[in-house]
């Protein structure tokens, strides 16, 4: 009933509103909630507690209930005194600092809600407040989703009758850093070429779509919708049946604002999945978050699945989950809106066209999606498994899964974090994918794979992937400096059991009804077959399969098929024939094709027989 989803999201964020109030200070400006500080100190944590939930009160703007209303009470009390220089100030705003994102959310949310937080402020008030926050405004801030808080601040002070003199300047370089942010498909790079994550949910399609509904665009409006369009339409698929997302990116313990988008496309009439589609995904994922228990007696927490915890960054402290509060935005469409009443009719056509990889239809159970990862030549692969891993699912972490090792693991401790584009095989570039598709590239197809490589002591590993029906087919070339073994990593499942297989690795979770297998193909035959235990955010004690092999020195080829997927799923068709170490014959349902170990890489032909395109490795 439409009546009764709506009352399920009000309900649950007045109650994660009121399980802050034990933690307030005497000021009602800061809320100090117990755990790890993060890098920035626990006033600014404070500060974020009491910043992020004022957003999650604004979207109750419609709610008078008695208890709505004292909260709102507290929250005004709170900003006078956050914002001037007595007891529980906030800290004062400088370059690159905390004080500038949360500026932001306190400065939209007057904005949602003037009528019960700005109206009533004195002149002298506002100005105080209005003060604090253009300070924010004009700090220098990082080149990323950042570039949004200085324009969403001027805005909203816009709206509330007090605009800065320079709010032009914060409103245009916002405007020029995103078009260079922008990419395709509705996806927006975090800073840089290679770094899409979840900051598409949580910022490039959260604040202009925020500001379009309260009329106070930032960028044209025909464009915000039209980039929300397509992005909720590939985002979609991020996400399972029963709730779960992808695990891939930084600041996944905001899993719920993920949900952001799906609400605004609603309410702004932009999106092209079908209706209700953001009620039921909102539902299924605090449900989700809910029983794997982020959260608690209305308190968001870091948990993940069945024991374990998110991957938690630097600049994370105890408040920072409360960025799940963007999730209940759709709290401000009325209840009788179609967004809370639409009947919902889930689709049977794909969702996803250039991100998905095992979902045919909404209703699934697993995502997988493939990444691309992109070495540089003559330059060590930097690892960050958050972004860097070869495949990732909603039922398993890439943290320490689908990684080869060859006697180490790749060097954790790096500098740089590379993130990047998720992407099915069938939409790579000429450069990285084994075989193309017809409308990529034509036909017949050979050329060489470029980097990836990896170099791990005595070992240099080229690899590709070929999409089959339900898993991946995985191919190497190995160069063995020396003897060596190899290993390879397959899923880890946070209720995996061994499963008996002579002929494969094979771990199951009767819980969540999934298994994770490693099957080889070529290449493997004297192999050892196992699995080994791991902690990971799917369970402090998953499980995954493994496969060991010994290689002589000199080019090798192997291949295997991982996969993640319902119990006793049959893998993708696939048969293989040894011409020799370095060269292997591959069938599909598909395709016929030729791979083989060169010194400077991998390289792939059709059965056409075309010659190879020359590469620089």
Not at 154 to 181: K, T
Request: glycine share 8%; net charge positive.
């Amino acid at each position: 009933m439409p009546d009764t989803e709506y009352r399920f999201f009000r309900e649950r964020a007045a109650k994660s509103l009121a399980a802050l109030d034990e933690h307030r200070d005497r000021s009602h400006a800061n809320i100090r909630l117990p755990g790890v500080a993060s890098r920035n100190g626990r006033r600014f944590d404070s500060m974020e507690g009491f910043s992020r939930s004022l957003l999650l009160l604004s979207f109750l703007r419609e709610d008078r209930s008695s208890t709505v209303s004292t909260q709102f009470e507290k929250y005004r009390r709170g900003i006078v005194a956050g914002s001037g220089l007595g007891s529980g100030s906030w800290p004062r705003p400088k370059d690159f600092g905390q004080a500038i994102v949360e500026s932001a959310s306190i400065a939209l949310a007057l904005a949602i809600a003037p009528a019960r937080l700005w109206s009533p402020l004195s002149a002298d008030e506002k100005m105080q407040v209005a003060s604090y926050l253009t300070s924010a405004a004009r700090c220098a801030v990082y080149p990323n989703n950042w570039v949004m808080f200085p324009a969403v601040v001027a805005r909203s002070l816009a709206s509330l009758g007090l605009p800065m003199s320079d709010e032009r300047v914060y409103i245009s370089r916002a405007r020029v850093r995103l078009e260079q942010l922008y990419e395709s498909d509705g996806w927006y790079s975090d800073g840089g070429k290679d770094r899409f994550d979840y900051y598409n949910n949580f910022a490039f399609h959260f604040y202009p779509p925020l500001l379009s509904l309260l009329e106070l665009d930032l960028v044209d409006r025909d464009v915000t919708a039209s980039r929300l369009r397509d992005f909720t339409r590939t985002a979609y698929g991020y996400f399972s049946a029963d709730g779960r997302m992808v695990y891939k990116g930084r600041s996944l313990v905001y899993r719920f604002g993920t949900t952001a988008p799906f609400w605004l496309a609603e309410m702004l009439g932009c999106s092209d999945l079908p209706s209700g589609s953001a009620r039921i995904l909102g539902e299924r994922v605090f449900q989700r978050l809910q029983s794997d228990g982020g959260w608690e007696s209305g308190l968001f927490t870091y948990s993940w699945a069945a024991g374990g915890h998110v991957d938690r960054q630097p600049y994370s402290g105890p408040s920072s989950p409360l960025w799940n509060a963007k999730g209940f935005v759709g709290l401000l469409a009325p209840a009788n809106s179609p967004v809370w009443t639409s009947r919902y009719s889930p689709t049977t056509k794909p969702i996803l066209v250039g991100q998905q990889l095992q979902m045919s239809t909404v209703d699934v159970p697993a995502v997988s999606v493939v990444m691309a990862p992109h070495a540089t030549p003559d330059r060590r692969l930097v690892r960050d498994f958050l972004y860097d891993a070869d495949l990732y699912s909603t039922h398993a972490s890439a943290a320490q899964s689908n990684q080869l090792r060859g006697g180490t693991r790749f060097n954790l401790r790096a500098k740089e974090i590379h993130r990047r584009k998720a992407e099915t095989v069938d939409e790579l570039t000429q450069s990285e994918v084994v075989l193309g598709w017809e409308r990529k590239l034509p036909r017949p197809l050979a050329y060489r794979i470029r980097p990836p490589r990896v170099t791990v002591k005595s070992l240099k590993v080229y690899r590709t992937f070929v999409r089959l029906d339900s898993s991946v087919l995985v191919i190497l070339a190995v160069r063995a400096l020396r003897s060596a073994t190899l290993e390879i990593d397959g899923w880890a499942i946070g209720n995996g059991t061994v499963a008996e297989d002579g002929h494969n690795s094979r771990v199951v979770d009767s819980v969540e009804g999934i298994e994770s297998s490693l099957i080889p193909v070529a290449g493997l035959d004297s192999s050892v077959f196992g699995s080994r235990r791991i902690a990971s955010p799917f369970g402090a004690t998953s499980r995954q399969p493994t496969i060991s092999t010994r290689l002589q020195r000199g080019l090798h080829v192997l291949a295997y098929q991982t996969m993640i997927a319902p119990i006793d799923t049959a893998p993708g068709h696939c048969n293989a024939r040894q011409i020799s170490a370095d060269e292997i014959v591959v069938e599909t349902s598909s395709s016929t094709f030729t791979a083989t170990a060169t010194v400077s890489g991998l390289r792939v032909r059709s059965s056409c027989g075309a010659p190879c395109q020359s590469d620089r490795q």
